[in-house]
């Protein structure tokens, strides 16, 4: 087994690390330290949206950190009220200076906001951004089933990602198999269920913790790797930034896999997409 991040290949050849650091909810005036943290504990994947307001920070700790861009994969997210043409080539813009890059590895349609009735409109403003190679890869987040297959009726490009909230307790499996089924990988936000849930304490994930002499956390990165998710779980602190990376190592058996996928029960943790608009 090798300790190196696993990349999985994207519907258009590009690659991801499948797993990452996420920033929700890290204040921008923490974000370069917590970034600067998140990379040297190794993670060279970050995942911010211009709603978190921390896209200097995320690209004040890129610059300072020194590693070549080539290195990173950095992902940014179009906010719904600048969603249309005009407007998502704007807000890209601006999302690109505040990270101070050339390019972005990945820019997501963050929410369908299916009420304004504009994420055709934006998704066709993002095949031009792609065409410019400003963004290498594009895709959405939070689509259901019935966004999807609109997107893929109406527009050329099929995303290279869905990011939904998946979670051992809440995971998506109709969305989540369309996905698959048209070349659309999944990313798993929330992974940890946002501490909403008590995961970490359900039996089955207790048990293959003690088994593997890992954490409750470490096992359900680890369920999400095995599933073939790539996850960004967010800390601002460097001992778990470090505990969530340390799941390279070990391999859960199938039947722990299946114990731990058999806990969907709850539903989502967080918004319905098709009320955040
Ligand atoms: P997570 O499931 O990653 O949970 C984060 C919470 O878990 C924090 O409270 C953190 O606390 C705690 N935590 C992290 N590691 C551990 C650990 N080892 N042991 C115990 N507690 C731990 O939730 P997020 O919502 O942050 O999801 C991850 C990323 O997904 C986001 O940061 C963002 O990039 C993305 N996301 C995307 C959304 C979308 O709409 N597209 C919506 C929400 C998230 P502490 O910081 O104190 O360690």
Do not use: C
């Amino acid at each position: 087994m090798t300790n190196t991040v696993p990349t999985l290949t994207l519907n258009d050849g590009h690659t991801i690390p499948q797993l990452g650091f996420g920033v929700f909810k890290v204040e921008p005036t923490e974000t370069t330290r917590i970034v600067t943290d998140a990379l040297s504990v190794g993670y060279r994947h970050i995942d911010t949206a211009a709603i978190y307001g921390n896209e200097q920070g995320v690209g004040d700790a890129l610059a300072a950190s020194g590693i070549d861009r080539s290195e990173l994969f950095v992902t940014t997210k179009l906010w719904n009220d600048r969603q249309g043409t005009q407007s998502a080539f704007d807000a890209f813009d601006e999302s690109l200076e505040k990270l101070g890059l050339d390019y972005v590895d990945l820019y997501l349609i963050h929410w369908p906001a299916p009420a304004n009735d504009r994420y055709i409109e934006s998704w066709k403003a993002l095949e031009q951004i792609h065409d410019s190679g400003r963004a290498r890869s594009i895709g959405v987040s939070n689509f259901l089933v019935p966004h999807l297959s609109r997107l893929l009726a109406e527009t050329d490009v099929v995303p290279v990602v869905n990011q939904i909230e998946l979670h051992p307790a809440h995971q998506q499996p109709e969305v989540t198999e369309y996905a698959r089924r048209h070349g659309i990988a999944i990313e798993a936000w929330g992974p940890l269920g946002q501490g909403k849930y008590p995961l970490f304490d359900e039996t089955v994930v207790a048990v293959a913790a003690e088994a593997h002499g890992k954490s409750p956390a470490q096992v359900i990165i680890r369920w999400h790797l095995q599933m073939g998710n790539i996850v960004f779980p967010k800390s601002n602190n460097r001992s778990r930034m470090a505990e969530n990376f340390d799941v390279l190592d070990f391999e859960l058996s199938k039947s722990e896999v299946a114990a731990i996928s058999a806990l969907e029960r709850v539903g989502r943790v967080s918004a319905h997409p098709n009320e955040v608009n």
